[in-house]
């Protein structure tokens, strides 16, 4: 069983920087994929952002890119989300989730941390 643990959300203004932190408890943990989605107050989820364990690709949703970058310390087992240039319209709650590689589906998620960004 694949647990995921956020941390590092809270209020911040516009333009400032936030970072995000994923811990990942997975002995088998360079065999997944690690994503960042939000989901704002009456809007549906969406998908930040994701990079794969092992060889550590990325991909980022148009309105992220540019602003948002995903890392990973497979040491520690923990993805980061670095926010910078943050919009009001950023704010949400940003959870984590992890997909085996090969697999399509998140089947792992994280209880989610709160990102508010004040104008």
């Known amino acids: 069983q694949v647990q995921l643990v956020e941390s590092g959300g809270g209020l911040v203004q516009t333009g400032d920087s936030l970072r995000l932190s994923c811990a990942v408890s997975?002995?088998?943990?360079?065999?997944?994929?690690v994503a960042w989605f939000r989901q704002a107050p009456g809007k549906e989820r969406e998908f930040v952002g994701s990079?794969?364990?092992?060889?550590?690709?990325?991909v980022y949703q148009n309105s992220v890119k540019g602003r948002f970058t995903i890392s990973k310390d497979n040491a520690k087992k923990l993805v980061y989300l670095q926010m910078n240039s943050l919009k009001p319209e950023d704010s949400a709650i940003y959870y984590c989730?992890?997909?085996?590689?090969?697999?399509?589906?998140?089947?792992?998620w994280g209880q989610g941390t709160q990102v508010t960004v004040s104008s």
């Open positions: 989730a992890a997909r085996a590689t090969g697999f399509s589906a998140y089947r792992y």
């Open positions: 990079i794969t364990m092992s060889a550590g690709d990325t």
């Open positions: 997975e002995r088998t943990f360079s065999r997944y994929a």
